[in-house]
């Protein structure tokens, strides 16, 4: 241990259209919405996370809220890089330093990502002191994160169900053999629910409406077989103006996601086709496995289940295993050389 070792902070990041979440000592210590609230007066920030979601679709002109991801990707360069700060400011160990540490980081990157992209990323991580920084492609994070040996000489399919995107990967011997990166996941599901509700409903909701309507009764089929219960939804009547409330069922919306979700079951078939004979018979015994916020979705491990004739596992916290992927990528470092980029 060299005297800057004692200066550095480890940190792991999974920088995602729809959370952030970041580990520091082993724990997961920010898991927040990637949303920034800011004064268009000032230009300042006045708050990240959580405290800005909830002044989303709220705000009037002196307030903006962004979202400085899409698709997975910084779509806005300083408002990302402002919440990534502010997020890594409020890590109680590194707030009590006297000066600000150098960071070790690890960044976690969609499949599909371009240089220029990946640069945006690595830039962000240089102005926030960042001296060593490893990227490590999102469905790569998530099978460690679910505790697969990625090295062994075996195949597993992932499929990381984000906000912005979809990353199916089929991995082997530590590298990722095919893959293939949609552009719909959680945010396309709720745009699609609240363009259900405007055309069936004539009711208008907001964003954040919508997502909570996928949360409390979003379903993937119709056949649950413990299905949730109806739930009111309130917004504005586009015919009267008037706020009103409607009731909704599940199988409605398990309607409107439907064009979504047939999307998706494309690409894991595309993927599936474009996948090495051996490595199918792999799969063919370990079935495949589901991440992220979107493979929670009722009923979509069922339905991909009979699309494949495969059995289908969710994670167990799918929600953290990408950035428990990356965590253990960033303690043993040595082990995962080969799989992180620098």
């Given at each position: 241990m060299g005297f800057f070792d004692f200066m550095t902070e480890d940190i792991a990041i999974d920088l995602g259209t729809a959370n952030t979440l970041i580990i520091h000592d082993g724990k997961v210590i920010v898991d927040a919405p990637s949303i920034v609230a800011r004064d268009r007066i000032s230009?300042?920030?006045i708050a990240t996370g959580q405290k800005a979601s909830l002044m989303q679709g709220k705000t009037h002109e002196n307030i903006k809220t962004i979202r400085p991801l899409k698709d997975g990707v910084i779509a806005d360069f300083e408002a990302s890089e402002q919440m990534i700060k502010e997020f890594i400011k409020n890590i109680p160990s590194i707030k009590k330093k006297f000066f600000t540490p150098s960071l070790r980081m690890v960044i976690c990157i969609p499949s599909g990502i371009t240089e220029v992209e990946k640069r945006a990323v690595i830039d962000?991580?240089?102005h926030m002191n960042a001296k060593d920084i490893y990227l490590i492609h999102e469905p790569m994070a998530a099978a460690i994160g679910i505790g697969i040996d990625i090295m062994e000489?075996?195949?597993n399919m992932i499929i990381?169900?984000?906000g912005g995107t979809t990353e199916i990967a089929v991995i082997a011997l530590?590298?990722?053999v095919c893959d293939k990166s949609v552009k719909v996941a959680g945010d396309v599901f709720t745009a699609d629910i609240a363009y259900y509700m405007r055309t069936q409903h004539n009711l208008y909701v907001g964003e954040r409406t919508a997502e909570k309507i996928k949360i409390q009764i979003g379903a993937?089929?119709?056949d649950l077989e413990t299905p949730p219960e109806d739930m009111l939804v309130q917004g504005r009547d586009l015919l009267s103006g008037k706020p009103k409330q409607v009731q909704v069922s599940f199988r409605e919306i398990s309607k409107a996601l439907d064009k979504s979700i047939l999307r998706i079951e494309d690409a894991v078939m595309e993927t599936l086709s474009r996948t090495p004979p051996e490595l199918a018979a792999d799969i063919y015994n370990t079935g495949i496995y589901l991440a992220g916020?979107?493979?929670?979705?009722r009923g979509l491990d069922k339905r991909l289940s009979r699309k494949t004739d495969l059995p289908v596992y969710v994670a167990e916290d799918p929600l953290r295993a990408v950035v428990r992927g990356t965590g253990i990528a960033l303690k043993e470092l040595d082990?995962?050389?080969?799989?992180?980029?620098?």
């Open positions: 230009g300042k920030i962000s991580a240089e000489p075996k195949g990381d169900i984000g530590g590298g990722i993937a089929t119709e916020g979107g493979s929670m979705l082990k995962f050389k080969n799989v992180l980029m620098k």
